[in-house]
């Protein structure tokens, strides 16, 4: 069923469908026996608990970053199962993103392309929505991606990220940097050992001041060379941080499907999809053992199905992430993930 929808829906802009989607799913939830309905259909049918930096996730299967960037929709995403939602990329001040179109549907690739370049509403805003729902006593787990804002020069991106965490501590479960979105100009030269120290070290300062304390983690990129993902991981072990994301989407246009004229057309943005899966496994792979699992991963890129996830965790992901998958398997893909149907 979901096929057929799908195949309606991508006629039309990308960015536009996304919101008309959730803003009609969010419509139905309003009636109780149309959420109780939903809810019952997409929840896996056992309980798959996990526990991961300090927090016990009612299941591994999460959204990533990017979707849900303004917390708009965390009820309903919660009804159709997914064990953890992370928000963002929040930063500071509200910022519009890049001019439109600036998300592209590769469909011979199941794949996507993005360069919305963290539009969201700012961190008051999201913080706001953010207290109402969890005045609604929802169990949801939920992490907050945090960057900086376009205009602050990278020398200044501390600050930011400082803002950002401040404002959302009370709100989230656990906190993501993101330093490797390939849609704000500069951003990746934030991975850069001393820039990125000087981040984490003030936000783990700032940890230290709070009545409890959060879980700092990582979102890196898939382009790193290896020079800079060993310093990247010898640096989260040196400051002891909670965890890494591994991967953001990838500037890389490699092995391809659809056409190279098309894909100029498209031209800038971060890819993700079906294109990172093996990518994003060797990274999380490669961190597992470099680290001997002393750091906690949460795996995202190309996750589609049951045994897409289960290459995942048999290479060191202790969570997964799922974003283009969704896009393309439809509200069912937490349950068929963890129920292999």
């Given at each position: ?10 006629f039309f802009d990308a960015e536009d469908v ?200 990582l979102k890196i990129s898939p382009n790193l ?117």
């Amino acid at each position: 069923m979901y096929q057929f929808i799908r195949n309606i829906l991508f006629f039309f802009d990308a960015e536009d469908v996304h919101y008309f989607s959730m803003n009609m799913l969010r419509f139905f939830c309003r009636f109780s026996f149309i959420k109780i309905f939903l809810k019952k259909k997409f929840t896996p049918s056992k309980i798959f608990s996990k526990e991961a930096f300090g927090i016990i996730f009612p299941n591994p299967v999460g959204l990533a970053a990017g979707f849900d960037k303004n917390a708009k929709y965390l009820n309903e995403l919660e009804t159709l199962g997914f064990g953890f939602v992370e928000i963002g990329t929040v930063t500071p001040l509200p910022q519009s993103g890049n001019p439109q179109p600036r998300l592209f549907r590769l469909p011979k690739d199941k794949a996507l392309i993005n360069r919305m370049g963290f539009n969201n509403e700012g961190t008051k805003a999201v913080a706001e929505r953010l207290r109402r729902f969890r005045n609604d006593k929802s169990s949801l787990i939920i992490g907050g991606n945090i960057g900086k804002n376009k205009i602050t020069p990278n020398e200044d991106a501390w600050k930011d990220y400082g803002i950002c965490f401040n404002e959302l501590h009370d709100v989230v479960d656990y906190f993501v940097v993101n330093v490797s979105s390939p849609n704000t100009p500069g951003l990746r030269d934030l991975q850069q050992k001393d820039s990125l120290k000087k981040i984490l070290t003030n936000l783990q300062q700032i940890n230290r001041t709070k009545k409890v304390e959060k879980p700092l983690l990582l979102k890196i990129s898939p382009n790193l060379d290896q020079h800079d993902l060993d310093d990247i991981i010898d640096l989260a072990m040196e400051i002891k941080l909670d965890g890494l994301v591994a991967a953001n989407t990838t500037i890389s246009r490699k092995n391809l499907i659809t056409s190279e004229k098309e894909i100029n057309k498209i031209g800038a943005g971060g890819l993700s999809g079906k294109p990172l899966r093996e990518e994003s496994t060797h990274i999380t792979k490669y961190i597992q053992q470099r680290t001997k699992g002393g750091i906690p991963i949460i795996s995202s890129g190309g996750i589609f199905s049951k045994k897409d996830a289960e290459e995942k965790f048999q290479n060191g992901a202790d969570l997964i992430q799922v974003w283009t998958g969704f896009i393309y398997e439809g509200p069912g893909i937490v349950k068929k993930i963890l129920n292999g149907r």
